[in-house]
C-alpha cells in the first residue's frame, strides 16, 4: 500500500513543495466551513451529550465538518462510562474504539502536537521598550 500523500500545508512548512512543485501541482486543501460544531444530535443519550460538551468545550479546534467524528466519540465514550457506573467489565474493543477515537480527535497528548494551533497572541508589555 503506497504512503498517504502529504498535505500542501506540510509540504509548505517543510520545503517539499518549494524542492519539487510539479508534484503538487493541482492539488488543494480541503475547505472547512470555520462554524462551531453546535449542540450534540437529538438521539444521543445524557451520558453521550455529556461527552460531546466535554470534547466540544475542550478542544477548540473542532469544526461543525467534525461533527460525525464528536458523535462517534462521544458514543465510544458514553458507552463506557454508562458501563462503569453499572459496574459492568468494559470490552477492550469499546476502550480501543474510544482511543482511536480520540486520537482522530487530536485529543491525546501525542494527537495533539499534529493539530495546527494559532499562534499566541503577544500580550501588552508596558516594559517592552526598555528590551533591547
Not at 28 to 51: A, F, R, Y
Request: glycine letters at 6%; one cysteine or more.
Amino acid at each position: 500500500m503506497p504512503r498517504p500523500k502529504t498535505p500542501l500545508s506540510k509540504a509548505k512548512l517543510t520545503g517539499a513543495m518549494a524542492k519539487d512543485p510539479q508534484r503538487y501541482r493541482g492539488r488543494s486543501e480541503p475547505s472547512t466551513s470555520g462554524e462551531p460544531v453546535g449542540d450534540p444530535p437529538k438521539h444521543l443519550n445524557t451520558h453521550c451529550k455529556d461527552v460531546w460538551h466535554d470534547l466540544v468545550g475542550s478542544l477548540d479546534w473542532l469544526q461543525r465538518e467534525d461533527r460525525i467524528a464528536v458523535e462517534v466519540a462521544a458514543i465510544a465514550i458514553g458507552q463506557v462510562r454508562t458501563l462503569m457506573k453499572l459496574g459492568e467489565p468494559i470490552p477492550a474493543s469499546l476502550l480501543a474504539a474510544s482511543n482511536t477515537s480520540l486520537g482522530k480527535l487530536g485529543a491525546t497528548p501525542t494527537d495533539r502536537q499534529k493539530v495546527a494551533q494559532p499562534p499566541d497572541e503577544p500580550e501588552d508589555d508596558p516594559f517592552a521598550r526598555f528590551d533591547a
